[in-house]
């Protein structure tokens, strides 16, 4: 006897009971593992073992399990925290949290670094234009000390006809607006070039860093060295 199969097609109205009642089942046996009997059990520090429905407050600070039905362990339940306890976690946590972002951080620093200099040429080129700008407004204050001592020999030489008495208000004020135009300049002079050092050391921590990237070091795993160069604010005149 020859048997043959035949494929026999379920109507939609069937199809789709079938398919309710599938996700009508999920949430029954979600709300009936919520409603499932909850067994607490622990031992105490003097040695007696605890048995509730619920936590066990005599047992807040120690380890607590809870249990099936059946008796098996459904999961354990860690102690309770102190108030310290849950300070210092807090701490933990926060330090955590701040040293994975300066991690990014600096991974996001390295990888900028690389993408603005991918070659030695480029960081020197972007040296000179910082340390240009810083040249430019020392030769601005070198050029106004030279003016300022030009306008400077006049007045002294007018000052000596009054050598041992009280110099004319006008004089006397052309003098000191002299003496206060020179200082400021020279104070400028020594900041501008206490700036080009500044930005020197910049730039030489910031392609030693370049160096070891571009060898292959992974962006974020170098010490820090500081702000980038080319961040550097420079001097005015």
Known sequence: MRVTSRRVALPPAALLAGGVWCAAALPA???????????????????RRLT?????????????RLH?????????????MTAEERAEKEARDRKA???????????????NLIARYPDEASHQKAREAALDTVRLAMRASESRLEALTAERKPLAQEAEFYKGKQLPPKLKQQIDANDAATDAQRAAVHNQQAELERISRLYDAELARLKKLWAGAPPGTLADVGPPAAGAKTARP
């Open 68 to 80: 099936n039905s059946d008796g098996s362990v459904r999961r354990v339940v860690p102690p309770e």
């Open 52 to 64: 509730a429905d619920r936590p066990i407050p005599e047992c807040s600070a120690r380890e607590q």
């Open 97 to 111: 949290e701040l040293d994975r972002l300066a991690q990014v951080d600096a991974v996001r620093r390295d990888r």
């Open 29 to 47: 046996a979600v709300a009936a593992d919520a409603q499932a009997p909850r067994i607490y059990s622990c031992i105490t520090a003097d040695g």
